[in-house]
């Protein structure tokens, strides 16, 4: 890494911290929901779906105004957006309805999503192509500890420890059943209004910061190319990483947002000790980031792949057969292994693929709508076979056997 794009590297690497924090309040949210909504477990996932959705429809659009104005532009642009959908939080406490929780969760994934068309392959174009997947590994690697913070820390200020219904609220509760609902709603806040803060904070930090533009973006300043390349879905390991990342995403999501889930509702663990187990879920995730980074200056990006996503095989089937606890300590070994995934594929998949990166970026940022459809299956079957729950995890089992393809074969560039 050259000495020139420490500091430019250093910023955008805050992006990575910032939208984990947003995409792993989600699986706290559903839980919250699911009191304040009063929601089953398999309408409080549609809350994913309304976050990744915006992953599908937004992308192209993103990398066609980034392609006409710059990677800088459209990482602001996101910014703002998302600070927006976090200050919505405060007129929805007073609405209470699941219906405007949806629509915030989708304007903050629209500005989030901004960031990862834009931040993803602007880290791999900054410096040698031999190091992308290993640069590409240590950004996300701030995403983990995003993350691991969303979990430990941040789901304690919004899950209060209560439970209550209808039926078990206690008759001298303060202000009776709406008294309760009103507090669970306000705990939302506060998460939101820091994020909002910080969104803000950066965007303002990168309006007066100089971010130097990579080739392709000198290539899009002479007006000879498309804003965006439908064709580029021809180069086989790019179409391969596509489908690799829709069922990676899928799989992760389904196991991340149900994980409090599976706590509470079936392992009967209270609040507080699962939001411990989410933190220590989270930190399995960001150890893998960091031992993943460090393991790739000796092995190949692909073999770790590859590997890593049959010991996942594994210990899907270990939380299928035992569940309980024993499927609670195989999720933490899944966090571990499933941490390089992502920035592996993504780097592999928009490898070689010159002035068409942004277009690539683009599909690859889309193939997370497997976010918006795999946990529901996962959480319909869970909800629809509660004495068999553990058994619904064949659906992040199966998802793993395209992620280890891809990293046996399909990362082969052919054409």
């Given at each position: 890494m050259?000495?020139?794009?420490?500091?430019?590297?250093?910023?955008?690497?805050?992006?990575?911290?910032?939208?984990?924090?947003?995409?792993?309040?989600?699986?706290?949210?559903?839980?919250?929901l699911m009191k304040t909504c009063e929601l089953n477990a398999f309408e409080a996932s549609f809350t994913e779906s309304a976050y990744w959705i915006a992953y599908f429809?937004?992308?192209?659009?993103?990398?066609?105004?980034?392609?006409?104005?710059?990677y800088k532009s459209g990482i602001i642009v996101g910014l703002l957006l998302a600070a927006v959908g976090g200050l919505l939080f405060f007129p929805a406490a007073s609405i209470k309805q699941y219906w405007a929780y949806l629509m915030i969760f989708f304007i903050i994934a629209t500005g989030m999503c901004f960031l990862e068309t834009a931040a993803n392959p602007y880290v791999?174009?900054?410096g040698s192509q031999e190091t992308?997947?290993?640069?590409?590994?240590?950004?996300?690697?701030?995403?983990?500890?995003?993350?691991?913070?969303?979990?430990?820390?941040l789901s304690k200020l919004i899950l209060t420890g209560y439970n209550y219904t209808r039926e078990t609220l206690p008759q001298d509760y303060p202000g009776g059943w709406d008294g309760y609902i009103q507090m669970e709603t306000d705990a939302m806040k506060l998460p939101y209004l820091c994020l909002a803060a910080l969104l803000i904070l950066i965007a303002i930090i990168l309006i007066f910061s100089k971010l130097p533009k990579i080739d392709d973006e000198k290539?899009?300043?002479?007006?000879?190319?498309?804003?965006?390349?439908?064709?580029?879905?021809?180069?086989?390991?790019?179409?391969?990483?596509?489908?690799?990342?829709?069922?990676?995403?899928?799989?992760?999501?389904?196991?991340?947002?149900?994980?409090?889930?599976?706590c509470c509702m079936y392992v009967g663990l209270p609040e507080d000790t699962a939001t411990i187990f989410f933190g220590f879920y989270m930190l399995?995730?960001?150890?893998?980031?960091?031992?993943?980074?460090?393991?790739?200056?000796?092995?190949r990006p692909q073999d770790m792949l590859f590997v890593y996503?049959?010991?996942?095989?594994?210990?899907?089937?270990?939380?299928?057969?035992?569940?309980?606890?024993?499927?609670?300590?195989?999720?933490?070994?899944?966090?571990?292994?499933?941490?390089?995934?992502?920035?592996?594929q993504f780097s592999l998949a928009i490898n070689d693929l010159g002035e068409d990166t942004k277009s690539g970026s683009a599909f690859l940022v889309m193939a997370i709508i497997g976010n918006a459809c795999i946990p529901q299956l996962t959480a319909y079957i869970m909800n629809h076979n509660k004495d068999v729950y553990y058994f619904a995890y064949i659906i992040p089992l199966i998802c793993f056997f395209f992620t280890a393809y891809y990293g046996w074969k399909g990362y082969k560039i052919k054409d």
């Amino acid at each position: 890494m050259r000495n020139k794009y420490l500091i430019p590297l250093s910023l955008i690497f805050s992006l990575f911290f910032l939208w984990a924090i947003s995409s792993n309040l989600l699986p706290t949210m559903i839980r919250q929901l699911m009191k304040t909504c009063e929601l089953n477990a398999f309408e409080a996932s549609f809350t994913e779906s309304a976050y990744w959705i915006a992953y599908f429809i937004f992308p192209i659009p993103i990398a066609m105004f980034m392609k006409r104005f710059s990677y800088k532009s459209g990482i602001i642009v996101g910014l703002l957006l998302a600070a927006v959908g976090g200050l919505l939080f405060f007129p929805a406490a007073s609405i209470k309805q699941y219906w405007a929780y949806l629509m915030i969760f989708f304007i903050i994934a629209t500005g989030m999503c901004f960031l990862e068309t834009a931040a993803n392959p602007y880290v791999t174009a900054l410096g040698s192509q031999e190091t992308a997947s290993r640069r590409l590994n240590l950004a996300q690697s701030f995403n983990g500890l995003g993350a691991f913070i969303s979990a430990m820390f941040l789901s304690k200020l919004i899950l209060t420890g209560y439970n209550y219904t209808r039926e078990t609220l206690p008759q001298d509760y303060p202000g009776g059943w709406d008294g309760y609902i009103q507090m669970e709603t306000d705990a939302m806040k506060l998460p939101y209004l820091c994020l909002a803060a910080l969104l803000i904070l950066i965007a303002i930090i990168l309006i007066f910061s100089k971010l130097p533009k990579i080739d392709d973006e000198k290539n899009d300043n002479k007006g000879n190319t498309k804003l965006i390349n439908f064709k580029v879905l021809k180069r086989s390991h790019l179409k391969c990483g596509v489908i690799a990342q829709f069922f990676y995403n899928g799989g992760q999501t389904a196991i991340n947002s149900l994980f409090l889930v599976y706590c509470c509702m079936y392992v009967g663990l209270p609040e507080d000790t699962a939001t411990i187990f989410f933190g220590f879920y989270m930190l399995a995730f960001l150890a893998g980031r960091w031992i993943g980074t460090m393991l790739m200056v000796k092995f190949r990006p692909q073999d770790m792949l590859f590997v890593y996503s049959i010991v996942n095989i594994i210990l899907c089937g270990i939380i299928m057969i035992f569940g309980g606890m024993t499927g609670l300590y195989a999720m933490l070994g899944v966090s571990f292994f499933m941490s390089i995934m992502y920035p592996t594929q993504f780097s592999l998949a928009i490898n070689d693929l010159g002035e068409d990166t942004k277009s690539g970026s683009a599909f690859l940022v889309m193939a997370i709508i497997g976010n918006a459809c795999i946990p529901q299956l996962t959480a319909y079957i869970m909800n629809h076979n509660k004495d068999v729950y553990y058994f619904a995890y064949i659906i992040p089992l199966i998802c793993f056997f395209f992620t280890a393809y891809y990293g046996w074969k399909g990362y082969k560039i052919k054409d």
